[in-house]
């Protein structure tokens, strides 16, 4: 189960609204705390004026129903305050939308921060268990779930209690107890019955979420992966698996649509029998003159006027419901432990001579299997160590722990005498550059991918790292030279000039310690070289740590050492292994022989 699919643990309604609250109310923000006050008086004075204008409408229908016929005189001051309380309750409800307008969008923004930067502080772990469309959906449902709770809830719900309350007081007081029990009578079972109705369906609400996401993530996976598709045939095998996520879609909604409507239906028959009930007890207050035609009048004004909300409660404690579902799914990521984390006290890494050392380092990504088991060794600083071995030796795992993707299980990483756990891993990670294998660019100019390496670059400095990774040339061979798109993911290069590019990314964040992780694997041999020599040029006097699979690549090292199992069986410099005839030498002999017997391309 990825992260993105565990349910929520403990994570009530209550909890979801306290953890909105104080993005609603922001520490500091004075400005932002005017605004709500100023926008719920608005809300309640609007509120006041709706209630109100019946009160104008019946006095006016009794003033016009005391003359004879033709002596009837037009109340033309009631029908001008009837006409003027019936703008400002507009007006005020106008205002409150449009005081509230810049706190509910600040809301969002300040959330969607927030998670933004939660996401990228999470460790690898997370990210290599995630399920990109299913992620991005939580996140976009949940911002949008804000923006329909204060829609709904402040803006409809809140006040429609508020006129429900006053109507009642207004006919109690004016009419009887009955009249205005019968309406809070009428008002509590609609609001009850939809509210089990709701919750009913809320399972297929959720339901339809799952599927949702789950359709999605296949959809975007299978295109990412369109080549592999392709390569193996098996798009309908693709179309199937998405098929059938859209049918347990399809499931899903049949059942929400047909609980939606026996939710409808009920709602209906409640409000008919409710407001039939008490036009009866007005229209029999008329006949035995307790009551005035005005009177009855004001009944049916209040009551077409309070069922009006009322008639969308339903659809909005759905939506409300949904938003808090879509809030719980989006504020359960920033529940998500971060699992590396600064400590409370951590310094910022302090760069003498950048001398690495790996000191008896245990780490497993999961307890029951140990990937390295007691590693090792020093680079010293401004050395070459290179890091070989077989797949599954654990190579790529200490790039990872020196980088802080992963705290180590035992033992400690240390950058000249400071364990890397106690410095902030923004300083650590600001004296690494690291080359990967697999390099993946953003969906931007060339420009801007070398660019990334240090944003605040110049021109000049861009191409100058692009020089020392030997691919300036073929830029400006490209018809848009250092504007050329580079497609998403880098898939408009070839790989070894997607890898160039990394290098020259990593050249221009001029870090005190290098990381080459297969770094010249998609090159062909002549590049390579070039390249390396290039590498070894930047890298005098930094401490660089390349791991490689590829031999001839690491033969000018200061120490190579041999990981096997998550131990390191072998190390000394080229010569010395091959001297020694023991596991780097067999490796070497192999790999010599298969570049001979290689076809030239």
């Not at 019968?182 to 609001?191: D, E, K, Q, R, S």
């Not at 910022?348 to 780490?363: I, K, M, N, P, S």
Request: hydrophobic fraction near 45%; include cysteine; charged fraction near 20%.
């Amino acid at each position: 189960m990825t992260p993105t699919e565990t349910r929520p643990k403990g994570r009530g309604n209550l909890h979801t609204l306290r953890t909105l609250f104080p993005y609603l109310w922001p520490p500091g923000e004075t400005g932002l705390k005017a605004r709500v006050v100023a926008a719920l008086l608005c809300l309640f004075a609007a509120k006041a004026a709706t209630v109100y204008v019946p009160l104008l409408y019946k006095q006016a229908v009794d003033e016009l129903g005391k003359g004879a016929p033709g002596t009837v005189t037009v109340p033309l001051g009631l029908i001008l305050a009837y006409g003027t309380a019936r703008v400002f309750s507009l007006l005020f409800s106008e205002l409150r939308d449009a005081i509230f307008a810049r706190v509910g969008q600040h809301a969002i923004r300040a959330v969607g921060l927030q998670i933004f930067r939660h996401l990228h502080a999470l460790a690898l772990r997370f990210h290599l268990a995630r399920q990109t469309g299913g992620l991005s959906r939580a996140i976009e449902r949940g911002t949008k779930g804000i923006q329909t709770l204060l829609s709904f809830l402040l803006f409809n719900i809140l006040p429609t209690f508020f006129e429900i309350g006053l109507v009642c007081i207004v006919l109690w007081k004016m009419f009887d107890a009955w009249l205005a029990l019968a309406t809070g009578a009428t008002v509590i079972l609609y609001m009850a019955y939809t509210l089990i109705v709701t919750e009913w369906r809320t399972k297929f609400r959720r339901q339809m979420n799952e599927t949702d996401s789950e359709a999605n993530t296949k959809a975007i996976e299978s295109l990412l992966n369109y080549e592999t598709v392709k390569y193996f045939g098996n798009e309908e095998h693709e179309a199937r698996r998405y098929d059938a996520s859209l049918t347990r879609y399809e499931r899903a909604a049949v059942r929400s649509q047909v609980s939606l409507s026996i939710l409808n239906i009920g709602q209906a028959a409640i409000i008919s029998a409710g407001l039939t009930l008490v036009m009866w007890m007005a229209a029999t207050g008329i006949a035995e003159g307790r009551y005035t035609l005005g009177d009855f009048v004001l009944v049916n004004t209040y009551l077409l006027q309070l069922y009006s909300p009322l008639s969308f409660f339903g659809f909005i404690y759905r939506e409300i419901k949904q938003a808090m579902v879509d809030m719980e799914r989006m504020f359960e990521l920033l529940g998500q432990d971060r699992e590396v984390a600064d400590r409370p006290d951590a310094h910022a890494l302090r760069v003498t001579g950048a001398q690495v050392e790996f000191r008896d380092v245990h780490f497993g990504y999961d307890t029951r299997r140990p990937i390295l088991k007691g590693v090792s060794f020093t680079i010293p600083a401004g050395k070459t160590v290179a890091v070989v071995g077989t797949s599954g030796a654990g190579k790529s795992t200490i790039a990872r722990l020196l980088f802080r993707f992963y705290d180590a299980d035992g033992g400690a990483i240390l950058i000249d005498g400071q364990d890397i756990r106690d410095v902030t891993q923004a300083s650590l990670r600001a004296a690494i550059g690291v080359v990967p294998q697999d390099t993946v660019l953003f969906n931007d100019t060339i420009r801007y991918n070398i660019g990334y390496g240090r944003p605040d670059a110049s021109d000049a400095e861009i191409e100058a790292a692009a020089r020392l990774a030997h691919i300036h040339d073929l830029i400006m061979a490209m018809p848009d030279g250092y504007q050329t798109m580079v497609g998403e993911r880098g898939l408009k290069l070839s790989g070894g000039e997607k890898q160039r590019v990394a290098i020259a990314r990593t050249l221009l964040k001029n870090p005190a310690i290098f990381l080459f992780d297969e770094a010249t694997s998609a090159l062909d041999t002549h590049t390579e070289r070039e390249i390396q020599a290039n590498l070894r040029e930047v890298s005098l006097g930094r401490s660089t740590l390349i791991i490689a699979h590829r031999l001839s690549t690491v033969a000018d090292a200061d120490e190579i050492i041999v990981l096997a199992e998550g131990r390191i069986i072998e190390r000394g410099r080229h010569q010395e292994l091959l001297a020694r005839d023991g596991v780097y030498a067999g490796m070497w002999a192999r790999q010599q022989e298969s570049a001979q017997t290689a076809p030239a391309d």
